[in-house]
T-cell receptor, first 113, second 111 residues
Framework: DVKVTQSSRYLVKRTGEKVFLECVQD?????MFWYRQDPGLGLRLIYF???????EKGDIPEGYSVSREKKERFSLILESASTNQTSMYLC????????????FGSGTRLTVV | EDKVVQSPLSLVVHEGDTVTLNCSYE??????LLWYKQEKKAPTFLFML????IEKKSGRLSSILDKKELFSILNITATQTGDSAIYLC???????????FGQGTRLTINP
């Protein structure tokens, strides 16, 4: 089974801190994604990547950046965390979205205080 | 702008009831529609629907797509407390390598 692992299940950070959320997949998928999930708003795409060192902005990239130095790892960076970035963050990967959809990680619940 | 809308946003029923969850979409170039179940962990894949009118079934869960009216339904019969979860609907747009999600339906099954 494909595994997508997010490094932390729960995280509490202070306003202004730089925050790194890590995601690793073990099945050589080209495509990786970062979403945030908020009640009533569903999943909103932050950034995605088709290949190593390649990134594309999603629908809500402001306040975030990403890094993909190796194919299996896709990192989400909050440059200066703010309270409105308190959310559930979901990572996903896919070899071909149209044919297989996504495999998701278990999520990181981030609280910024 | 591509849009996926789920209803209801929240539903509470008793064990044994049958539920129907709705998903409508407005997208530029539809390719397929997916349903996921999310408990307190990673969303897990339920169904992928590409063709209109063909029901997909897995145990007590079934789903169908109507490409003319631009919607899908997810049915769960004889619900159990283990069906309590958020159900996510998502659409693949032709040529795009990403999913567009609806808001999700939070389903609660009371014993």
């Amino acid at each position: 089974d494909v595994k997508v692992t997010q490094s932390s299940r729960y995280l509490v950070k202070r306003t202004g801190e730089k925050v790194f959320l890590e995601c690793v997949q073990d099945m050589d998928h080209e495509n990786m994604f970062w979403y945030r999930q908020d009640p009533g708003l569903g999943l909103r795409l932050i950034y995605f990547s088709y290949d190593v060192k390649m990134k594309e902005k999603g629908d809500i990239p402001e306040g975030y950046s990403v890094s993909r130095e190796k194919k299996e790892r896709f990192s989400l960076i909050l440059e200066s965390a703010s309270t409105n970035q308190t959310s559930m963050y979901l990572c996903a990967s896919s070899p071909s979205v149209a044919n297989y959809g996504y495999t998701f990680g278990s999520g990181t619940r981030l609280t910024v205080v | 702008e591509d849009k996926v809308v789920q209803s209801p946003l929240s539903l509470v029923v008793h064990e044994g009831d049958t539920v129907t969850l709705n998903c409508s979409y407005e997208v530029t170039n539809f390719r397929s529609l997916l349903w996921y179940k999310q408990e307190k962990k990673a969303p897990t894949f339920l169904f992928m629907l590409t063709s209109s009118g063909i029901e997909k079934k897995s145990g007590r869960l079934s789903s169908i797509l109507d490409k003319k009216e631009l919607f899908s339904i997810l049915n769960i019969t004889a619900t159990q407390t283990g069906d309590s979860a958020i159900y996510l609907c998502a659409v693949v747009v032709q040529g795009a390598q990403k999913l567009v999600f609806g808001q999700g339906t939070r389903l609660t099954i009371n014993p």
